[in-house]
């Protein structure tokens, strides 16, 4: 079955950067997109953008660009998110998720999150 | 960017209740919508894409209407496992944004 794997926890002071993997299994992993998408704390679901893993193209929403860059390793199924500049109001948590079928844009399958916490 | 309105933002319902949420999109974004469920602690969950298609595997209690700039999520017979909080989701154009949520808890 398909699944993302990321990790449960990071914490950075203000001004670093992280980089969070999000580890696929279960399917082709070249064959769908990937996006990511950040929840602050008790707040709604914000879309950072997506990476095609087949080629390594992104698109990146505006609010992040400059800050964030995704990646991925196709040798062993990971795709990365690297957020720098990081300020307290990046603390939340951040999905990465897997379009089903055709679309690029239905999000079938999530990772279970990983919290970023930014505090001096 | 296409600003996403949910209403209400939040109900209290009871099981086997019909409830009924509407999602307002800032302009015309045709069946370019989803629908997310969350339970606390946990990743959002796809129920409805294309605005009206059910996501394989997700009972079919579950249902999306619209389009333009109005649709509506219908769960017909609420269940205990479907008190959470439902996302529209609108992906006509970039950025892709969400509603701010619908919750739904118990009456």
């Known amino acids: 079955q398909v699944q993302l794997v990321q990790p449960g926890a990071e914490v950075r002071k203000p001004g670093a950067s992280v980089k969070v993997s999000c580890k696929a299994s279960g399917y082709t992993f070249s064959a769908y997109y990937i996006h990511w998408v950040r929840q602050a704390p008790g707040q709604g679901l914000e879309w950072m953008g997506w990476i095609n893993p087949n080629s390594g193209g992104t698109t990146y929403a505006y609010k992040f660009e400059g800050r964030v860059t995704m990646t991925r390793d196709t040798s062993i199924s990971t795709v990365y998110m690297e957020l720098s500049g990081l300020r307290s109001d990046d603390t939340a948590v951040y999905y990465c998720?897997?379009?089903?079928?055709?679309?690029?844009?239905?999000?079938?399958?999530w990772g279970q999150g990983t919290l970023f916490t930014v505090s001096s | 960017d296409i600003q996403m309105t949910q209403s209400p933002s939040s109900l209290s319902a009871s099981v086997r209740d019909r409830i009924t949420i509407t999602c307002q999109a800032s302009?015309?974004?045709?069946?370019?919508l989803n629908w997310y469920q969350q339970r606390p602690g946990k990743a959002p969950k796809l129920l409805i894409y294309?605005?009206?298609t059910l996501e394989s595997g997700v009972p079919s209690r579950f249902s999306g209407s619209g389009s333009g700039t109005d649709f509506t999520f219908t769960i017909s017979s609420l269940q205990p496992e479907d008190f959470a909080t439902y996302y529209c989701q609108q992906y006509d154009s970039l950025p892709i944004t969400f509603g701010p949520g619908t919750r739904v808890d118990v009456k």
């Open positions: 294309d605005a009206s």
């Open positions: 302009q015309d974004i045709s069946t370019h």
């Open positions: 998720a897997r379009v089903g079928g055709s679309s690029g844009y239905r999000l079938s399958y």
